[in-house]
């Protein structure tokens, strides 16, 4: 089967409004221009479980558009550049209820934006060094775009996330709080934390600035805990010792 075209020529090419259904049943109704899709039009695929409603530019998707995947509920509106989600744009996942608003470069979320993750409960009482990096491991399964830039990331019933993003992961500054308000503040690599970071850890009031390596408390650090401050060395999240004893915090 051939494609078929309905609509306007000019010197025997597709130029006006037309309708092109092709030989393998998606079919493009809207604008054309010197044979390409460009302009306005719907594009809606052979099973109708892709529908795209927006601006072309020579066969491709290009400038403001909308685009819904019935299969998964999957959907997109915003700008495309060359095909790909590329400018600000809000991209919405069906299969795991996160929701991104913000900036994209090349089909990758990159930029500052913000993102609701919603995702199933985990165990919050453990220590953060290894719980944010359960969670993490948890909260990157985000689908086939990859995120880059800077944002913020959404984890209904779980955390927040906001800061720099890099090739799908936390890294470089960001902010990552759980619901009950522990939070890690500092600097990320390869979404862990990395560097030198904030911790509180909710279920014992207890306040960690140090070094960090690969989601754990590593290198030197203090613990502030019931009004009281003490320094320490960390290796891969163990504490070695006590570099100083417990001094009062003062108040006011």
Do not use: P
């Not at 006006?16 to 010197?34: C, H, I, M, R, S």
């Not at 744009?89 to 930029?111: A, C, M, Q, V």
């Not at 600035?209 to 060395?233: A, F, I, Q, Y």
């Amino acid at each position: 089967m051939r494609a078929v075209y309905k609509g306007e020529l000019v010197e025997g090419i597709r130029q006006g409004q037309g309708e092109l259904t092709f030989a393998n049943g998606d079919k493009y109704q809207g604008d054309f221009f010197q044979g390409y899709r460009h302009g306005h039009g719907v594009f809606t695929s052979h099973h109708g479980m892709r529908v795209y409603d927006g601006e072309w530019k020579r066969s491709e998707r290009h400038g403001i558009g909308k685009e819904r995947w019935l299969n998964n509920g999957d959907r997109y509106e915003g700008e495309y550049q060359h095909d790909v989600f590329h400018g600000n744009g809000i991209l919405t996942r069906g299969s795991n209820k996160s929701k991104y608003d913000g900036e994209f470069h090349k089909g990758r979320r990159h930029g500052y934006g913000r993102m609701e993750f919603a995702v199933a409960n985990s165990n919050t009482n453990s220590t953060s060094s290894v719980g944010f990096k359960k969670i993490l491991g948890a909260a990157l399964i985000l689908g086939a775009a990859l995120v880059s830039g800077s944002g913020q990331h959404v984890s209904t019933g779980l955390a927040i996330y906001v800061g720099s993003w890099k090739d799908g992961r936390m890294h470089g500054e960001g902010k990552y709080t759980r619901v009950d308000g522990s939070f890690y503040e500092g600097s990320w690599r390869d979404g862990l934390a990395h560097g030198f970071g904030k911790e509180l850890v909710m279920k014992t009031i207890e306040v960690y600035e140090g070094g960090w390596h690969s989601g754990l408390r590593h290198g030197d650090g203090t613990v502030t805990r019931n009004g009281s401050r003490r320094k320490g060395t960390w290796e891969m999240g163990q504490r070695i010792k006590w570099t100083t004893a417990e001094m009062s915090v003062s108040k006011g």
